[in-house]
């Protein structure tokens, strides 16, 4: 199994949007929850949303609930973050994860979510 985090485009404004995508390859998105992390420098890593295999339901961090939008299209293979109203924080790395034993069929609440494996992370940048 193998993640890989996208985003077209890395920069942008405050106030502007992006989407990120988790490609999965490797095996089937069906069986996995994802989740999706940031990390800005001199931060702790945030776990800032999922979602789950078993049924869809998603959960949001506080953080950014309202802005972003989590979504799954398993016939893709991929995750996407859609990211709306982003604040002025700098470059942040968002990394996407899974736990590679399927195991977690859901992440209804905060973290931990039992993820053991992060893809490449992607930069976003957001600045004026």
């Known amino acids: 199994l193998m993640l890989a985090a996208g985003v077209w485009g890395g920069l942008v404004q405050p106030g502007g949007s992006l989407r990120l995508s988790c490609a999965v390859s490797?095996?089937?998105?069906?069986?996995?929850?994802i989740g999706w992390f940031r990390q800005a420098p001199g931060k702790e890593r945030e776990g800032i949303s999922c979602?789950?295999?078993?049924?869809?339901?998603?959960y949001y961090a506080d953080s950014v609930k309202g802005r972003f939008t989590i979504s799954r299209d398993n016939a893709k293979n991929t995750v996407y973050l859609q990211m709306n109203s982003l604040k002025p924080e700098g470059t942040v790395v968002y990394s996407c994860?899974?736990?590679?034993?399927?195991?977690?069929?859901?992440?209804?609440?905060?973290?931990?979510?039992?993820?053991?494996?992060w893809g490449k992370g992607t930069q976003v940048t957001v600045s004026s």
């Open positions: 994860a899974t736990d590679l034993s399927a195991l977690v069929s859901g992440c209804w609440g905060p973290e931990p979510w039992g993820m053991d494996y």
């Open positions: 490797g095996s089937s998105l069906d069986y996995y929850s």
């Open positions: 979602v789950s295999s078993s049924d869809g339901s998603t």
